[in-house]
């Protein structure tokens, strides 16, 4: 007997080809990718962006890690989705994942609003894969780039839009937070932290949230 599982699993995973042969040849558009979203049930998201982003397998971290620097662990969809909303990114937002893994974050807010997003990840063997499936689909408006996200000021200067899914912490996250409020006095950005505990720090504003896993964050100091 066949389980009532078996249809919905490959349903997600047609899908999951299918628009993965359309993103290569650069025929995936916002409004397809959210429509082709909204037929995937929820419970099936994260496996059909792995299937789409080829990032089913979670590869071993790096045995050097820095201490403060979290493992690698996917964000949910669902997460990432609300951070989106509440944000409100557009395609005029510059969107740095701090801490991007294999890029399924920074990947799904690109489909979804044409955002230029840069992803910022310490493992090089995870910030060489992301770029590697970044430009197969040529997706020249994704970019990833190994480094500390605490130590390179010069790259996220150019972010509106910061995403944290729990990337580090302590003197580390501090760090980051000095050099993001430098910036914050020059323009406005927005910090989504997903499952991180409330950010104290005077430059910055917690916005209502609908979310019990994000919160969302506007400079006032602009």
């Known amino acids: 007997m066949t389980s009532s599982k078996e249809p919905s699993a490959i349903d997600f995973r047609s899908a999951a080809r299918r628009l993965r042969s359309d993103l290569r040849c650069g025929h995936v558009t916002p409004t397809i990718f959210s429509a082709a979203l909204e037929q995937i049930a929820p419970g099936d998201r994260d496996p059909w962006l792995d299937l789409l982003w080829d990032s089913h397998e979670i590869p071993v971290d790096d045995p050097d890690l820095p ?31 701090l801490g991007s893994g294999l890029g399924r974050a920074a990947l799904l807010v690109h489909l979804m609003t044409d955002a230029a997003c840069i992803g910022l990840e310490i493992q090089p063997k995870l910030s060489r894969a992301a770029q590697d499936r970044a430009e197969w689909a040529g997706l020249s408006r994704l970019r990833f780039l190994q480094g500390d996200a605490a130590e390179m000021g010069s790259v996220i200067a150019t972010g509106t839009v910061f995403f944290l899914y ?50 969302v964050y506007r400079s006032n100091v602009a």
């Open 67 to 97: 201490r403060g620097c979290v493992p690698y662990l996917p964000c949910p969809v669902a997460a990432v989705l609300a951070a989106i909303e509440q944000a409100g990114v557009t395609n005029d937002d510059v969107f740095v994942d």
């Open 166 to 215: 729990c990337p580090f912490s302590g003197s580390r996250l501090q760090l980051f937070l000095d050099g993001l409020e430098d910036i914050a006095r020059a323009r406005p950005i927005r910090l989504c932290c997903v499952d991180m505990p409330p950010l104290e720090a005077p430059w910055l504003t917690r916005m209502p949230s609908a979310s019990s896993e994000v919160d």
